[in-house]
């Protein structure tokens, strides 16, 4: 339902982006959180089911993020990796 909502109710259409709820206009940290939370409900995290769910067109389907900090997970694991060799002085 959050997907539905989010992308029925708080896309822009014509200018693109998210907004808090309709009629406000769209901003950056609407959008941010906005598309954070439908990758989130798509893919389920954290000891939900497995598998993905998608509202309307399979090309709805959003990249999954690492909840924690909204960033792609792939990438999250390459900062792991890239600062893991590092040593902190």
Not at 20 to 46: M, R, V
Request: hydrophobic share 30%.
């Amino acid at each position: 339902r959050l997907q539905e909502y989010l992308i029925v109710c708080c896309q822009q259409g014509t200018s693109g982006g998210i907004c808090d709820k309709p009629p406000k206009h769209p901003d950056f940290y609407h959008t941010c959180y906005g598309l954070a939370g439908i990758s989130i409900a798509q893919h389920n995290p954290e000891g939900f089911s497995p598998s993905t769910s998608v509202w309307g067109d399979p090309s709805n389907l959003l990249a999954q993020l690492d909840p924690r900090v909204g960033v792609e997970i792939s990438r999250v694991l390459a900062m792991r990796d890239y600062f893991g060799k590092r040593s902190i002085s």
